[in-house]
């Protein structure tokens, strides 16, 4: 990939993977909500930094004709942008609003102003969307990270069934437990599946090298956890069981903070 953006990229996975671009010899422009922490990356690498929040629909326009200004092109946009908020029923709008535009909309907006750009060229063109292993599954205590990462899989499940016969290639990074800020802050906070995801996470580093893989491929599903296609599979052969065993764990997790 020559030409690259990584969105939410001032630290975590989004930070591995510009590392990793970078160093395989891509152009890459860095994109943050934090400035500073964009800045710092893009330093770090010989890249581009662009700050703007992935969910404002203004912001991810300037995005992509910064990359076609800067760079004359993409090759690869990684819509990596994602927050995570714990709650359930009684979670305030405000929020289910913010994780919705962030976890979803962010998407729709790079493709409203990306795909006019990308289908009428006869060039490579990939978009990697990372949804998490809670579209696939769910994510106990947050409603609004497993509700809003199962509409992020299902968009990019849309554009790969609509576009692919226009040369967009579009992939879906699920991994489960990663060690990032947000794995620790889910962890502080306390949930039926902060210990769970802990305990097999892997490094941001360790993620980006099974992306580099996975780019060479098409597989919809990138997997850095291959034990999510075991209950991803199992989830839909037999809803009742999986959705037992879920709950078995939320009473296991309220019977110990009890």
Known sequence: MRRVV?????????????????????????????????QAVASEIGGLAVAGDAAVEDDTRLLI???????????????????????DENTPDELWTRDFAV?????????????????DQ???????????AAGLLSLLGSAP??????????????????????????????????????????GERGSASAALLAE?????????????????????????HPEVADYYRLRASDPDRWLGGMNKMQRAFEGGAA
Request: proline share 4%; charged share 15%; with cysteine.
């Open 6 to 38: 990584v969105t939410g990229a001032g630290g975590g996975i989004g930070a591995a993977l510009a590392r990793r671009f970078a160093a395989e010899g891509a152009e890459v422009i860095v994109n943050d909500v934090n400035p500073a922490a964009a």
């Open 65 to 87: 004709e910064t990359a076609w200004a800067e760079l004359g092109g993409l090759d690869l946009f990684c819509a990596n942008a994602g927050v995570l908020s714990a709650g």
């Open 103 to 119: 976890n979803v909309m962010s998407h729709v907006y790079v493709t409203r102003h990306l795909l006019p750009r990308w289908l």
């Open 122 to 132: 006869d060039t490579p063109k990939r978009l990697l969307i990372t949804v998490s």
């Open 145 to 186: 990270y497993a509700v809003t990462k199962h509409a992020a899989l299902a968009y990019a499940e849309w554009l790969r069934a609509t576009y692919s016969h226009r040369g967009l290639i579009v992939q879906a990074l699920c991994p489960q437990g990663v060690r990032t800020d947000m794995l620790l802050r889910g």
């Open 200 to 224: 097999g996470a892997l490094e941001p580093d360790e993620v980006a090298t099974v992306v580099g893989k996975a780019l060479e491929g098409e597989s919809f599903l990138i997997l850095p």
